[in-house]
């Protein structure tokens, strides 16, 4: 099994920064990418930002510019540094992986965290 551990969330000011971190541990084999996705209420879950094992990312066009995702593949880490933060990214993140796991490699899952709150607000 899998676990993925999420820290850095809390609450910051218009204009101010986050950085959030996501361990996984368990029987990895390999982590093929990792992300975040975040979810406000009453709306749709969404992703935020992606990384792959190369280091290749993808951005949601809300957070182009602002946001940087990061990996320590020899920590099985990700984060996310979040930067001028606005109140419309105010939500709950959740990180999500795509784990091969096992001692031979044979099967890949996607796992998720419990999720951490972000609040932007005065």
């Known amino acids: 099994q899998v676990q993925l551990v999420e820290s850095g969330g809390g609450l910051v000011q218009p204009g101010g920064s986050l950085r959030l971190s996501c361990a996984a541990s368990g029987s990895i084999f390999s982590i093929n990418a990792m992300g975040w996705y975040r979810q406000a209420p009453g709306k749709q879950r969404e992703l935020v930002a992606a990384i792959t094992s190369s280091s290749s990312t993808n951005y949601a066009d809300s957070v182009k510019g602002r946001f940087t995702i990061s990996r320590d593949n020899a920590k099985n880490t990700v984060y996310l540094q979040m930067n001028s933060l606005k109140p419309d990214d105010t939500a709950v993140y959740y990180c999500?992986?795509?784990?091969?796991?096992?001692?031979?490699?044979?099967?890949?899952?996607?796992?998720w965290g419990q999720g951490t709150q972000v609040t932007v607000s005065s």
């Open positions: 999500n992986a795509a784990v091969v796991v096992g001692t031979y490699g044979r099967y890949e899952y996607y796992y």
